[in-house]
C-alpha cells in the first residue's frame, strides 16, 4: 500500500515532456529530473538495436530468417572478429627468435618465479644461453630485487611452463590474453551502445591497432594490465545493467502496462550481492597485481560504479538518489572492490611468503627478522612486516627512476603516436634473415611498438567528442569511455620526469577504440535518419575504417620484424621522432 501510494504521489501534477518549458528539457542534460512520460523499464533496461527493416527487404529475407541472424550476430559476430586477431597475433609468434627489449627481465623472471616462487639474479649472458640451449639452463637461486608485483610474470610463465622457456612458450600466454582482449571488447562495445555492429567494430579496431599487436607478441606486463583492466571494466558494465534490470522489475506498473518512477521503490529496494561486481574486484586485484597503476583504475571504477548506482536509482524515480545509494549500495560495493582487491594482491605474493625466511628465499623475505628485527609493528607476523617493508622500497625506487632511456617519452605525445618503441631491430645483409638476395644493400627488420597511425589519430577526434557527448548530453557511455581513458592516462602526467613508455598506453587503448566506434556511430547517423543522411555516413565512416585497416596491413612489416628493404623502412618512419 505504501508504494501504491508513493508512486501516485509523484505522478501528481506532471506534465507530459512536450508541455514542459524548454528551459526545464535543457536543464534535464544537467541533471534535472522531469519525468519521461513513456514506460521507465525502457530507460534503465534499453533494448538492443534491431536491423533496419530496408535490409530485410533489400536482401528478400524473410522475418524469422532476420531473427535467427539477429540473435546469433551477438556471439559469432565477436567470434569471427577474435578469430580474425588471434590468426594474426599466432602467426609466427617465435619470431623474431630473439629476447627482445624488456622480455630480458619478465621472461627470466616468469620462469624463476614458477620453479622458485620469486624472481632469481641471472648471468649477463644468460639471454644467448636461454636461446641456444632451448631453455636447457639452470635456474639461479639467489634473489632478485625486482620492482613489479608478480601476478604479469607468473601469467607469462604459465606459457613458459606449457611450451618451453623458449620465444613461443614466453609470448604465448600474451597473445592469448590479446586475443581474448577483443573479444571482451566486441561483448562490452555490444552492451555498451546496444549495437552488434559497434561491438565488433570497437574489437576489430583494435584487432589492427599496432600497438595492441606488438603487445600481443611480446612478454611485457602492460598487456597483462590492460587484460584485467577492460575485464574489470566489462564486469562492471554487466553488473550495472542487472542493477538496473532489478529496478525495473521492482517498479509498480499501471492499468495500460507502463512502469513508472517510484520513489518508495527506487529507494528501498535492495539489490543483492551482485556477483558482477566481486568479479570487477577480482580483476582489479589481479591488475594491481600486475603493475601498480591499476590502483589508480581501482580508485576511477569505484567512483564511476557509485554514480551509476545514483543514476539507476534517480531514473526510477528516487528524490534522495546519493542518500538511498549510501544506505543501500555502498556498503556492499565497497567489500566487493577494494577488500577483494587488496586480499587478491596479497594472495599474489604466496609464493614469495612461502619461500624461506632464512636469506635463501624472495629479496628481502628475512628482513623483519635480520634488519627490520625489533621495532614498531612486531605484533604483525614477519612475512607481512617484511612483505610491507619491500613495497616501500619499491615505491621509493619509483617515483625516483629518472635513468634517461632512448625511447622514453612524455604522455603528451602519446595520443598522436609521438615516441613509438623499438623493441627489436636488425641490418640484415642481402639474402640472409628474410632480407631479398637482389636488394643491393642492406635490409632494416624491425619491431615497433607503434599505434597505427590513423586509428590513433581518429582517436583524438574521438576523445574530444566523447568529452562533449558527456558533458553536454550527459551521456553514460561517454562518460564511462572517457573515465576509463583518464584512469590509465592521466596518471602519467604526474611523473613526467620520470622514464617512461608510450607502450603504457596500451592500458587504455581499449576505450579509445569504444571511443572512435561511438563515433563512427555518430556518423551513421541516429535511428530514424533519411536514407541521404544514412548513405553520406556510411560512406564517411567506412573510408575511416578502411584506411585504418590499410594503415596497419601497411605498417605490418615493422609490426613483425619483417626484413624489407631499406627505402621501404625509411618510407614508413613518418614522423622523425619514430626513428
Known amino acids: 500500500m505504501t508504494s501504491t501510494a508513493s508512486s501516485m504521489d509523484t505522478r501528481q501534477d506532471q506534465a507530459t515532456e512536450a508541455q514542459r518549458p524548454a528551459w526545464q528539457q535543457r536543464l534535464r542534460r544537467f541533471g534535472y529530473t522531469a519525468r519521461p512520460?513513456?514506460?521507465?523499464?525502457?530507460?534503465?533496461?534499453?533494448?538492443?538495436?534491431?536491423?533496419?527493416p530496408r535490409i530485410a527487404a533489400a536482401l528478400g529475407l524473410r522475418d524469422e530468417v532476420v531473427y535467427a541472424v539477429t540473435r546469433w550476430s551477438a556471439w559469432l559476430g565477436p567470434l569471427l572478429v577474435t578469430l580474425v586477431a588471434g590468426i594474426m597475433r599466432f602467426w609466427n609468434l617465435g619470431s623474431p627468435r630473439a629476447v627482445i627489449f624488456d622480455e630480458t627481465y619478465y621472461a627470466k623472471d616468469a620462469w624463476a618465479l614458477i620453479h622458485n616462487g620469486y624472481e632469481a639474479n641471472w648471468a649477463k649472458d644468460a639471454n644467448d644461453l636461454i636461446l641456444q640451449g632451448n631453455g636447457n639452463v639452470r635456474i639461479p637461486t639467489d634473489a632478485a630485487y625486482v620492482v613489479h608485483p608478480p601476478v604479469g610474470k607468473y601469467v607469462i610463465g604459465l606459457g613458459e611452463w606449457m611450451f618451453g622457456f623458449n620465444p613461443f612458450g614466453w609470448r604465448f600466454m600474451t597473445a592469448v590474453l590479446g586475443t581474448l582482449s577483443v573479444l571482451m571488447l566486441c561483448r562490452i562495445g555490444r552492451r555498451l551502445f546496444r549495437s552488434t555492429f559497434l561491438g565488433c567494430l570497437a574489437g576489430a579496431l583494435m584487432a589492427v591497432d599496432g600497438l595492441h599487436f606488438v603487445m600481443s607478441r611480446t612478454s611485457l606486463l602492460d598487456g597483462v594490465l590492460m587484460f584485467f583492466v577492460l575485464a574489470a571494466f566489462g564486469c562492471l558494465v554487466v553488473d550495472r545493467d542487472h542493477a538496473r534490470a532489478r529496478l525495473a522489475a521492482a517498479l509498480p506498473v499501471d492499468a495500460d502496462g507502463v512502469a513508472r518512477p517510484d520513489a518508495y521503490v527506487a529507494e528501498t529496494t535492495r539489490l543483492g550481492w551482485r556477483p558482477w561486481r566481486w568479479g570487477a574486484g577480482l580483476m582489479l586485484g589481479l591488475a594491481i597485481g600486475t603493475k601498480w597503476n591499476g590502483l589508480y583504475v581501482l580508485a576511477a571504477f569505484c567512483v564511476m560504479a557509485v554514480l551509476w548506482d545514483v543514476g539507476s536509482r534517480r531514473v526510477a524515480g528516487a528524490r534522495h538518489p546519493y542518500?538511498?545509494?549510501?544506505?543501500?549500495?555502498?556498503?556492499?560495493?565497497?567489500?566487493?572492490?577494494?577488500?577483494?582487491?587488496?586480499?587478491?594482491?596479497?594472495v599474489s605474493w604466496t609464493g614469495w611468503i612461502l619461500s624461506p625466511a632464512d636469506g635463501s628465499g624472495g629479496y628481502y623475505r628475512d628482513?623483519?627478522?635480520?634488519?627490520?628485527?625489533?621495532?614498531?609493528?612486531?605484533?604483525?607476523?614477519?612475512?607481512?612486516?617484511?612483505?610491507?617493508?619491500?613495497?616501500?622500497?619499491?615505491?621509493?625506487?619509483?617515483?625516483?627512476?629518472?635513468?634517461?632511456?632512448?625511447?622514453?617519452?612524455?604522455?603528451?605525445?602519446?595520443?598522436?603516436?609521438?615516441?613509438?618503441?623499438?623493441?627489436?631491430?636488425?641490418?640484415?645483409?642481402?639474402?640472409?634473415?628474410?632480407?631479398?638476395?637482389?636488394?643491393?644493400?642492406?635490409?632494416?627488420?624491425?619491431v615497433l611498438a607503434l599505434g597505427t597511425p590513423l586509428l590513433w589519430w581518429a582517436a583524438c577526434a574521438a576523445v574530444l567528442y566523447v568529452l562533449w557527448r558527456w558533458f553536454f548530453r550527459r551521456d553514460w557511455r561517454a562518460g564511462a569511455i572517457a573515465c576509463a581513458v583518464a584512469a590509465g592516462y592521466l596518471p602519467w602526467f604526474k611523473y613526467q620526469e620520470r622514464t617512461i613508455f608510450f607502450f603504457y598506453a596500451i592500458v587504455f587503448l581499449p576505450f579509445l577504440c569504444l571511443a572512435v566506434s561511438m563515433l563512427t556511430g555518430a556518423l551513421l547517423g541516429?535511428?530514424?535518419?533519411?536514407?541521404?543522411?544514412?548513405?553520406?555516413?556510411?560512406?564517411?565512416?567506412?573510408?575511416?575504417?578502411?584506411?585504418?585497416?590499410?594503415?596497419?596491413?601497411?605498417?605490418?612489416?615493422?609490426?613483425?620484424?619483417?626484413?624489407?628493404?631499406?627505402?621501404?623502412?625509411?618510407?614508413?618512419?613518418?614522423?622523425?621522432?619514430?626513428?
Open 37 to 52: 512520460s513513456g514506460d521507465v523499464r525502457g530507460r534503465l533496461v534499453p533494448p538492443y538495436a534491431e536491423p533496419s
Open 323 to 346: 542518500r538511498a545509494v549510501l544506505l543501500r549500495d555502498t556498503g556492499l560495493a565497497f567489500l566487493a572492490t577494494v577488500p577483494v582487491a587488496l586480499v587478491t594482491y596479497v
Open 367 to 446: 628482513w623483519a627478522a635480520t634488519a627490520g628485527k625489533g621495532g614498531h609493528w612486531t605484533l604483525l607476523p614477519d612475512w607481512l612486516r617484511s612483505l610491507w617493508h619491500y613495497e616501500h622500497e619499491v615505491y621509493d625506487f619509483h617515483i625516483g627512476l629518472s635513468s634517461p632511456h632512448p625511447y622514453q617519452s612524455n604522455p603528451w605525445s602519446w595520443l598522436v603516436d609521438g615516441r613509438p618503441v623499438s623493441f627489436f631491430y636488425e641490418s640484415p645483409l642481402p639474402g640472409r634473415d628474410g632480407c631479398p638476395a637482389g636488394a643491393g644493400q642492406k635490409c632494416a627488420r624491425e
Open 526 to 579: 541516429p535511428p530514424g535518419s533519411t536514407e541521404r543522411r544514412r548513405v553520406i555516413g556510411a560512406a564517411t565512416a567506412g573510408v575511416l575504417i578502411l584506411l585504418i585497416i590499410w594503415n596497419f596491413i601497411y605498417f605490418w612489416p615493422i609490426y613483425t620484424g619483417t626484413a624489407i628493404p631499406i627505402d621501404g623502412w625509411r618510407a614508413r618512419m613518418w614522423l622523425d621522432t619514430w626513428v
